[in-house]
């Protein structure tokens, strides 16, 4: 059932979409620098992300599954948050408070998905090993951000953070990280910029989308 509720939630965030329009707030950034892969013709990009809040866990207490949970959990209703927010897209399932039918809470503030979900941040500091993470929407400030009733999920700021992504389709599989990290790699070298933290994803999509519709990407670090 657990197993099940995640599929579910992770269709909604595509947006119940096969064609990856996800239909969601994405974390802005300020676009520093572009450029196309001649080979691939994929993406690459140098960003600034002035201020985003996250809200994360670690992936290696349970897996992805319940990392995801423990998220999705959050943002529909498992925190301390008074104020009720419409909701535009999924979220998850808690313990101890009243639950609705499909085991999602109806406590706390709902609150609107936000693209991308990250994984391996090196940017959440106060989470050991590898950490999903939520961007909160850009109306929320880390003073206004609800604190987690799970105290296995944290919220943290991240200021003038600047990356190097590099953006492509289908599936996140270890070939298809493999290779795009490389060419990322490979493309920066021939910059100005130096590598300060190791490469991690970014998803977009849900499992319902098809494939050569999802967005997905590998940014790394950088100063």
Known sequence: ?????????MAFLAGCSIVGEAGVESAPYDLIKTDIDSKTETQLEIRE?????????????????????????????????????????????????????????????????????????DAVKNLQGNAMSFVMPADFTYATTPTPNNSKVIVSEVKNYKVAAITFSWTLSDSNVEKHTKILLDWLKKTDYTVVGKPYTAAYNGPMTLPMYRKNEILVPIK
């Open 1 to 9: 059932m657990k197993k099940l509720l995640t599929v579910i939630a």
């Open 49 to 121: 992300y002035k201020s985003m809040v996250l809200v994360s866990t670690s992936m290696d207490d349970g897996g992805r599954n319940s990392a995801f949970r423990r998220l999705f959990n959050y943002i529909a209703g498992d925190n301390k948050g008074q104020k009720e927010i419409a909701m535009t897209a999924p979220v998850y399932m808690g313990n101890d408070a009243s639950e609705n039918a499909s085991g999602i809470k109806e406590q706390g503030t709902k609150i609107a998905m936000t693209a991308p979900v990250f994984m391996n941040n």
